[in-house]
């Protein structure tokens, strides 16, 4: 098996479970009053092809224990870090892809804020960028049951709709014509999601909070993502951005077992992933 591919499938697998898992038993958390077990940051890991990372779930579980019941102000995370798809975006080689897998991973916290309205916008944007990227009606049925399912409250179906449509969409754009703008879904959306967790650690920072961002072996498998794209992709400006974020980012999460990231390391990532972010957003608005 090729590093691409195993790199591929170890980047997929977190926005996958960040998409399903989190949600789903978060929820199941709330309504049942289930408490999970207590969580070890030492043992938890996800494995692929012998590389261990801590996917977002055991991440936002960890996070919401090591608080000790404080809650979590979802809505307003989502409100500061939340970033739209302009319409009509000219670039759909890297630019479009990538603020696809960042709108994926808006809808998750949409769906941790219960939030219908902010859901089914993130939903629509959704389903027209990846309509944009060559998605087909067949790809994007599910789009229609999230908002169905949200419009009446029933979020344990939103979640599992909402993750069967990442995986549909990924099958569209990840066909081997296409399988440099499925990368950058897969990174757009983790980027995303490293914007959301330094968010919650900075807010809460200890030496254990922090040290739920270590995870080396996937930053240098996404980086690996990064250097295997086609010429043309790899030479575009915010490839070459993100190459360099995730070569710093590698270094901040590069931490010992029981180590922790200082507070204005947090802060880095954060400022990191959303300066790639911020570029492809207004990339995406110039005409």
């Known amino acids: 098996m090729t590093i ?24 199941v958390e709330e309504e049942r009053d289930i408490t999970p077990p207590p969580f ?20 936002f579980i960890a996070l919401q224990q090591e608080l000790k019941g404080k809650k979590i102000a979802w809505a307003q995370l989502f409100t500061r870090t939340a970033a739209e798809i302009p319409p009509a975006v000219a670039d759909r080689e890297v630019i479009l ?20 309205e902010r859901l089914n916008k993130c939903a629509g944007e959704i389903e027209r960028a990846a309509r944009a990227l060559g998605a087909g009606d067949s790809s994007l049925a599910r ?44 990174i757009g959306g983790w980027l995303q999601g490293v914007r959301y967790v330094t968010s919650i650690v900075r807010e809460n920072w200890s ?18 993502m990064l250097d295997e794209l086609p010429e043309r992709e790899r030479s ?21 077992l029981d180590g922790q990231v200082p507070l204005e390391r947090v802060n880095r990532a954060n400022a990191l992933a959303s300066e790639v972010i911020a570029d492809a957003q207004a990339r995406a608005r110039a005409r």
Not at 4 to 26: E, G, T, Y
Not at 97 to 116: H, T
Not at 157 to 175: E, P, T
């Open 4 to 27: 691409l591919v195993r790199a591929r499938r170890l980047a997929a697998l977190p926005l996958f479970l960040l998409l399903v898992s989190l949600p789903a038993a978060r929820a």
């Open 40 to 59: 070890d940051p030492k043992t938890a890991r996800t494995k692929d092809m012998g590389v261990g990372i801590i996917s977002p779930y055991d991440k």
């Open 97 to 116: 892809p990538l603020l696809l897998g960042v709108r994926i991973s808006d809808g998750v916290m949409a769906i941790q804020a219960r939030d219908v």
């Open 143 to 186: 789009a229609r049951d999230v908002r169905a399912a949200a419009n009446a409250g029933e979020w344990l179906k939103v979640f599992a709709d909402l993750g069967f449509l990442q995986q549909d969409i990924m099958r569209a754009v990840d066909a081997e014509d296409k399988s440099a703008k499925g990368r950058l879904v897969i």
């Open 207 to 224: 030496p254990e909070t922090s040290n739920f961002l270590r995870e080396p072996l996937l930053v240098k498998a996404l980086g690996r």
């Open 236 to 256: 575009h400006p915010v490839v070459q951005r993100m190459q360099a974020a995730l070569r710093e980012l590698q270094a901040i999460v590069d931490i010992p």
